[in-house]
């Protein structure tokens, strides 16, 4: 029997304990053996949970439990998870986890670890929830050189953008109303400011360098400067809206950066609404492909847990995964080329003559104009909306 032990039961991990309850026998058949939840660590008690005698408050136990050979990682937060996953795998024991704050913080350490102990360190759910990623990018397209992934990888951004688009409403009503259906979290910054995409991206980024893509170096803009308006514009062109995470190599450089960008009807994220993610990826030799489905919730990300387990008892080490410590130069999305939509007031004579080639876009929204520049870098973008009187808002463009 496969004595596995979860640290957290809240939304992950209950919803863990019962994708493994409720596909026990599809699941045992997989490993030819028999998974069995012996601990759930919590600080809570769970009156009345059919699994409440399975609590208990001290990691000291699991760690100290030759029995354990899993443990899943789903706690959230940095410190108190870093410190558990790092003794579960120093004590040779596999780790899965959901945790993307954690992974793009000390992945590179901690697969280190995980290799050195000839365990596994797994992490499927840390970046699309329920849509496979992370194991097609290190085993089913290994053979390609992966210039660009591009992906909506938040939901909440998502759901708020594709409401605002279809019905017209502000950011703030649609905020709101994700809030009152759980889609939203009481402070959404994480994810209207897009610092959840942004490490997200940054673990896909460094799977694909091999060095260590870190966070903090990557542009990020988030969604709070949509508005109402802006939707006009865009519908009256033709596109939509997404908030992208990018990282694309070119001539061995890469850019990395999250924010909201126009797509074309062409664009294979274009159809991508409501609460659902997905991936865009372009290799060498495969050329395009997509992933997608529901990016987050309790048992979408709990069915990606458990297939690591699953790979976890399967295979003795951790599967190729990995990348070194050494930073990967992330370049300044300032050399990055693209147009942009640009809106100012009044009937954009100054914006005329600073932005020479440029197609106008009358969305009928009184006191102001709104245009499409020509491609340019952001830099020089910068320089000339920099010289702008009434400039109210700007959006890349695919």
Known sequence: MIQIAVLGYGTVGSGVVEVIETNKQLINQKINGEINVKYIL?????????????VIHDYEQIINDQEISVV???????????????????AGKSVATSNKALVAKHGAELLKIAKEKNVNYLFEASVGGGIPIIRPLNCCITADDIDEISGILNGTTNYILSKMFFEGSSYADVLKEAQQLG?????????VEGYDACRKIAILTSLISGHFAD???????????????????????????????TSKKQN????????PVILPKEHPLFNVNDVFNAVFVHGNMLGDAMFYGSGAGKLPTASAVVADIVD??????NNGYGWDSES???????????SFFVRV?????????????????????????????????EKEFEDKANSIDGLINRIRMA
Do not use: H, W
């Not at 959230?76 to 996953?85: I, K, L, S």
């Not at 976890?312 to 080490?317: F, I, N, P």
């Not at 990967?328 to 080329?337: C, E, F, N, T």
């Open 72 to 90: 899943v990682e789903v706690m959230g937060g940095v410190n108190a998870a870093y410190d558990f996953t790092k003794r579960a795998l120093m």
């Open 42 to 54: 919590d600080l809570r008690e769970f009156p009345g949970d059919p699994y409440a005698d399975k």
């Open 312 to 317: 976890a008892v399967k295979s003795a080490d």
């Open 183 to 191: 889609y939203a979290e009481a402070d959404p910054t994480a994810d």
């Open 345 to 377: 007031k009044g009937d954009g004579a100054q914006a005329a003559q600073i932005f020479v080639n440029f197609e106008m876009i009358d969305a009928g929204v009184p006191g102001e104009c709104g245009f499409i520049t020509e491609e340019m870098t």
């Open 215 to 245: 966070f903090e170096k990557i542009y990020t803009e988030g969604i709070t400067k949509i508005t109402a308006e802006d939707m006009k514009y865009i519908k009256k062109m033709g596109k939509t809206i997404k908030l992208l995470a």
């Open 328 to 338: 990967l130069q992330i370049s300044d999305i300032g050399g990055a080329k693209r």
């Open 252 to 259: 061995g450089k890469y850019y990395v950066y999250v924010c």
